[in-house]
Structure formats: structure tokens, C-alpha cells
């Protein structure tokens, strides 16, 4: 009965294809007749010509949150995710959740690889809409994306330029560590240095190599950053110690969605028990340096167990950061469980458990290394003296960012606590915040995942957006 049950599920998920995303973002089945598994193969040329042809279409930088992908803002299809509505410029979201995700429009897409400072091959993706007739024709030098998994991002993608149309360049941003981003110039994956890194890394160098990036190919003078979870805490880190540099100047807007900067306040069980039982150290100490990465079985695996028991899927996602089961669509919980976790470091999940274990002052710190800057066979290691120069690890000072501001919060978010929210909002500089909307009933998902998010969060993100570019 149960090889029955298999089978009939099996088939289901075949005929079901079409109405979710396949196993990465530019796979949409119901896109238009250019291909949007397109990988772009040509460079800063076409975009010198472009911007010279047309004129500059407003970037939008996304920036996913904890063990999460680029493939997070997407997965509600077009209509209702964030990238679409901003690629096609604010296009009215469908009203009816019931209606088959084909029946929507998809921006064309695009797949690109930069390097950061530390050589990490980091993967993005672009959108733009095709909603004009100079995004007609499909640019030279585009090749097709394969469907395998993990996805590849090969070593020439660079992004083929389209002469400039309605809506915004959506830029989709992947750290190092997860699913897409497991590349590095000449460490493994096997080597420990690979994964020698925190959302420190990710602020200091992988996020300004992406801006620098985007900035070069669109001919944009400056560019809107929206984040969440994870993401706000990456762009308020990098504001913060790159304040008044000439790439945080280029920064328009910071909007945060669900900002984390301090979790003393924390409610989340599983991060919990890894702060208090110090399991990050256990995992050191035994040889582990990946933490939760996306496995192509377990994530089938955890996709059929939803299908069969929704329930499973709920006690998983209200366990790690909460679950609104009115405003999440139960349909789409197989897809959700299958893209995520999309993985991280032992030592990033570390510096999280450091900041749960902090006292509950408004202080947001750079990794502990600790004092010791010798193992115990007596060889170096690294250690805060060595990495800072100094016993404490340096704090990031929130009061000294001098870009505008917008935040959404919800007041039911068990990874972004009020309480801790209240003590951002004392450090952050009020003069900066253009906008703070609360939403009592909001969990941490809602922002990227929840049903009714494009009508109440993303028609006011657009809103804020098209009046700081004056359209």
C-alpha cells in the first residue's frame, strides 16, 4: 500500500510541475517565448552600449536571510513575489491564489558570477521585465542554465544587457556557503578554510562585490537594497563600517524587512538549544564545518512528506521561526521545505549563537574569536588579538549609518523579537528612518512567504520606492 502511495504521488508531482518552479529560479515552465533558463555570457560592453542607447532602468538589490537562497523571494510565483511585482514595475498582484501561477507573467532572467575580495564565487540572478518591445529580442551571448542540482553558475556568466524598459533591474543576491555559491577559487569544499566565515565576511566583502557589480553593468549611479532577516543585518553591517565610503553613499535606500541586529530576545527553540548547549563548538570540535546544507534527497524527502502530512511542515517551519497558518499558503509548503535550508557555515550559525548568548545590551559585535591564540598542541590559531587587535571583538556602530531607512516589522517575528527591535530603534539614527510600518500579526515568513504580502507590504515598498525615484 504504502509503494501504491508512492506512486500515485509520484504522479501527482509530475502533473504538478507547471504550477511551482522547478529546481532553481530561472526555471520558470510558463515564462515567455525567450527562454528565462538563459545564462548570460557577455560583459561590460553590452552594458556601455545599453546605457548609452537607453536610458538607466533604477536598480534593486535582494538579499536573502539565514540558511536561506535567492530562491526564497521567488517562490510565491509572479503576481505574488516581491522580484516579479518590482520587475514589471508594480504590476497589480493577483487577488486569487487559486489562480494556476502560468496564467502570470515572468521577467526574463538572467544568471551572473562575481568574486569576492576573498575569492568566493558568488551566484546571482537578474530580472527584467519583457513587458516592452525593446526587451523583445534575446540578447547575444546567452546560453541555456541546466536544470541539475545543486544549480551550476558556470565561470563565464556576466549579465548580456537589454536595452532599458519599464520597472526595475532586480538584482538577487547569494552568499557564500549556500546551495549557489559553493565555489571558491582555489579552496574545496572539503578545506575547513572554506568555511572559516560569518555574516562578517558576508557584509565586508561579498555584498560590496556584488553592489560594485550591479552598479558597473547597469550604468546606475545608485541602487535600492531590500533585505530580510539575515539580509538587513548584512546591509546594516556594511553601512555601518563603510559609512560615508563612496559605495555606502551610492546605497538610496535600505529597506528592512523583519531587521535582525540583536537577538538576545530570541524565541526560536532549535537556535535556542545551539546558543545554550554551545552545539557550534561540538560541531567544530568533531570535524563538521557546513551547517544544514541542501541535500537534494533530504529536500525530496522533506517535499513528499508534506504532501502527505502538512503538519510535518509546520511543526519544521513554526520550530525555527514561527508559522502564520493564515497567511501562508498550505499548497506551497512542499516547494518551500524543498528550497530550504539552503545552508551556511558552522562558524556564521557560531556567531549567531554568540550574539543569542550576549547580555541584552544594544551592542552588535564582530565574531569572537576568544583569547586564546594558541591550540593545545601549542600551534597558531586564530584568535581576537591576532584577527583585531584587541582582547573584545569591535562593535558595529549603527548610530554612525547615514542613509535612509525603511522598516517593516511584525509583532508575532520570534527571530526578530519587539523587545530586540525596540533597542534597534533606539541605536539606528531616527533621522535616517523614512518609514517604520508595524505589523502586530506578522511572523518572520509572512514578509517573503505570506499570501497577502503583496498587497500590504510589497504595494508600500513600491510605493516608497517609485517616490525616491520620482515616478
Known amino acids: 500500500h504504502g509503494k501504491t502511495q508512492f506512486q500515485q504521488l509520484q504522479r501527482q508531482q509530475q502533473q504538478r510541475r507547471w504550477q511551482a518552479p522547478a529546481r532553481h529560479l530561472l526555471s520558470w515552465p ?38 536561506g537562497s535567492a530562491t526564497d523571494w521567488v517562490l510565491n510565483g509572479p503576481g ?3 522580484p516579479f511585482l518590482l520587475a514589471d514595475a508594480g504590476e497589480a498582484p493577483l487577488t486569487n491564489t487559486a489562480v494556476p501561477l502560468w496564467r502570470s507573467r515572468a521577467p526574463d532572467s538572467a544568471v551572473l558570477q562575481v568574486t569576492s575580495a576573498s575569492d568566493f564565487n558568488l551566484c546571482k540572478f537578474m530580472l527584467q521585465s519583457h513587458n516592452c518591445p525593446a526587451c523583445a529580442g534575446k540578447p547575444a551571448g546567452y546560453t541555456v542554465l ?62 560590496p562585490a556584488m553592489l560594485t557589480q550591479e552598479l558597473l553593468l547597469s550604468g546606475a549611479g545608485e541602487v535600492a537594497y531590500v533585505g530580510h532577516s539575515q539580509g538587513t543585518t ?57 551547517f544544514m546544507p541542501s541535500v537534494e534527497v533530504l529536500s525530496k524527502l522533506e ?70 591564540c594558541r591550540t593545545v598542541l601549542d600551534t597558531p590559531w586564530p584568535c581576537n588579538q591576532a584577527v583585531y587587535g584587541q582582547l573584545v571583538p569591535p562593535m558595529y556602530n549603527l548610530s554612525a549609518i547615514n542613509n535612509q531607512l525603511v522598516l517593516f516589522t511584525g509583532g508575532k517575528d520570534r527571530l526578530a523579537d519587539p523587545r530586540d527591535l525596540e533597542l534597534m530603534l533606539r541605536v539606528l539614527p531616527s533621522r ?30 513600491l510605493g516608497v520606492l517609485g517616490a525616491l525615484h520620482g515616478s
Open 432 to 461: 535616517h528612518i523614512l518609514l517604520h510600518q508595524h505589523f502586530p500579526d506578522y511572523e518572520h515568513l509572512d514578509f517573503i512567504w505570506g499570501i497577502n504580502a503583496a498587497q500590504r507590504v510589497y504595494a508600500r515598498l
Open 303 to 372: 517535499g513528499q512528506l508534506c504532501m502527505l502530512q502538512p503538519a510535518l511542515c509546520v511543526n519544521i517551519l513554526a520550530a525555527i521561526c514561527g508559522y502564520n497558518p493564515s497567511n501562508l499558503d498550505p499548497r506551497r509548503l512542499p516547494t518551500y521545505v524543498n528550497y530550504t535550508p539552503s545552508g551556511t557555515s558552522v562558524q556564521n550559525m557560531a556567531h549567531w549563537s554568540q550574539a543569542i548568548r550576549q547580555p541584552g545590551e544594544a551592542v552588535m559585535r564582530h565574531y569572537d574569536y576568544g583569547t586564546s
Open 146 to 207: 541546466t536544470e541539475a542540482h545543486p544549480p551550476k553558475c558556470t565561470q563565464k556568466c556576466t549579465r548580456a544587457t537589454h536595452a532599458a524598459c519599464a520597472g526595475y533591474d532586480v538584482w538577487l543576491g547569494n552568499v557564500r556557503g549556500n546551495i549557489f555559491s559553493r565555489n571558491h577559487t582555489t579552496l574545496g569544499l572539503l578545506d575547513p578554510r572554506f568555511w572559516a566565515f560569518s555574516w562578517d565576511e558576508m557584509a565586508a566583502r561579498d555584498l
Open 234 to 290: 548584512l546591509g546594516l553591517a556594511f553601512l555601518a563600517s563603510q559609512a560615508g565610503s563612496a559605495l555606502a553613499e551610492r546605497i538610496k535606500v535600505a529597506i528592512l524587512l523583519a531587521p535582525v541586529t540583536f537577538v538576545t530576545h530570541v524565541d526560536s527553540v532549535p537556535l535556542l538549544a545551539l546558543a545554550q548547549l554551545n552545539t557550534d563548538q561540538v560541531f567544530t570540535l568533531l570535524g563538521f564545518h557546513e
Open 30 to 67: 510558463w515564462s515567455s517565448k525567450q527562454s528565462s533558463r538563459l545564462q548570460a555570457g557577455s560583459g561590460g560592453k553590452g552594458a556601455e552600449a545599453g546605457a548609452a542607447g537607453a536610458a538607466v532602468r533604477p536598480v534593486v538589490h535582494l538579499q536573502h536571510g539565514l540558511l
Open 80 to 82: 505574488f513575489s516581491l
